[in-house]
């Protein structure tokens, strides 16, 4: 499912135009976003939680020509399935 399915969809189980629906996507997405980019977890009980993980620094290797690369060390987004979830789909 893309984003415009998700907001399409959205729109129509609750009766409201295409371009809402994709105000209340986006609306869900900027602040799952800005949670993350503050440093806060978001958990959706039943879903799933957002969370962010320092990455360290450390060398790496060109694939095309072998040669040895730094990479910085970064910040990262991870999400952990939540168990329903999980079951849910082990169980299709």
Do not use: C, H, W, Y
């Amino acid at each position: 499912m893309t984003k415009k399915e998700l907001s399409d969809k959205l729109a129509s189980e609750f009766n409201q135009s295409k371009a809402d629906g994709e105000k209340m996507v986006n609306f869900i997405f900027d602040a799952i976003a800005s949670s993350l980019v503050n440093g806060e977890e978001v958990a959706i009980a039943g879903f799933g939680k957002f969370a962010t993980a320092d990455r360290a620094a450390r060398e790496g290797v060109n694939p095309s020509t072998g040669e040895k690369i730094k990479i910085e060390a970064t910040t990262v987004a991870k999400f952990k399935v939540a168990k329903q979830l999980k079951e849910a789909v082990a169980k299709k």
